[in-house]
């Protein structure tokens, strides 16, 4: 009876084979994305440059990885985690946020390749993962799953890239094994807590930035303010008429 419990479903399914993709081809994908805008032997020292950047918002192990204590970073981008790629490329590629900015929902109408990278960011954080009740109905596949395959054919077209498109229709009809939906679905999971702390840091970084730009903006109409007062002050003076005594 437990069994039946636990036993994989259509629903089930669903929710790992939508895993997979976000897994296997929206990281082979953002790594493809990445190494357009960095190569693989540039990756060092952008890591430097950033470092200050970066550190603030990657986690304990990310740092660790990324910037050995004795040396710089001499790995691969086959190493890199859909959530670690999320980071680089909002960070240090230099492809310019959407509409709404990094992070946020875009625009129905944003099509640039950064709105549809964080419309990739929104479906896995809704409806991948949660390996312990996994269920996705075939509507709700099928609508996702033609999204992100548009979302696909958008970026390949903007980015001159192929392959992707075949790896999504492929994967749509794969036999997936218990044993594999579970794979699929824990790794998502693993996944999903170092793409919400992250985006819980650049949240409160950005919150920050935002303070200080409006502190900014205060300090200079004081300044400007006290300017004007200085100047309407020297014209007035210059305007009193000036008392002129003869000596005989």
Not at 27 to 40: A, G, W
Not at 52 to 66: F, S, V
Not at 122 to 139: F, P, Q, T, V, Y
Request: with cysteine; charged share 30%.
């Amino acid at each position: 009876m437990a069994q039946c419990k636990y036993a994989s479903t259509k629903q089930t399914t669903n929710a790992a084979r939508l895993s997979r993709v976000v897994i296997d081809v929206f990281t082979d994908l953002f790594r493809e994305i990445l190494k357009l805008h960095i190569t693989e032997i540039q990756f060092p020292f952008v890591l430097q440059e950033k470092r200050d950047k970066l550190c603030a918002i990657l986690n304990k192990n990310q740092k660790e990885y990324l910037y050995p204590v004795k040396d710089l970073f001499t790995g691969t981008y086959k190493e890199f985690d859909l959530s670690l790629l999320y980071i680089l490329i909002r960070n240090v590629s230099g492809i310019p946020s959407h509409q709404h900015g990094w992070g946020k929902t875009p625009k129905p109408r944003d099509r640039s390749v950064s709105a549809n990278i964080d419309r990739v960011r929104e479906i896995r954080n809704k409806n991948c993962g949660h390996s312990g009740s996994a269920s996705l109905d075939d509507g709700d596949f099928h609508r996702l799953w033609q999204e992100l395959r548009f979302i696909i054919g958008e970026i390949e077209a903007a980015l001159k890239l192929t392959t992707y498109t075949d790896a999504i229709n492929f994967l749509e009809n794969e036999t997936m094994d218990p044993e594999q939906q579970e794979m699929y679905l824990s790794i998502i999971d693993d996944q999903q807590v170092t793409i919400s702390d992250v985006k819980g840091t650049q949240d409160i970084l950005m919150k920050e930035q935002k303070r200080q730009n409006q502190e900014i903006e205060k300090q200079g109409e004081k300044l400007c303010r006290l300017e004007r007062q200085s100047k309407k002050a020297n014209n007035e003076q210059r305007k009193k008429p000036t008392c002129v005594v003869f000596l005989i």
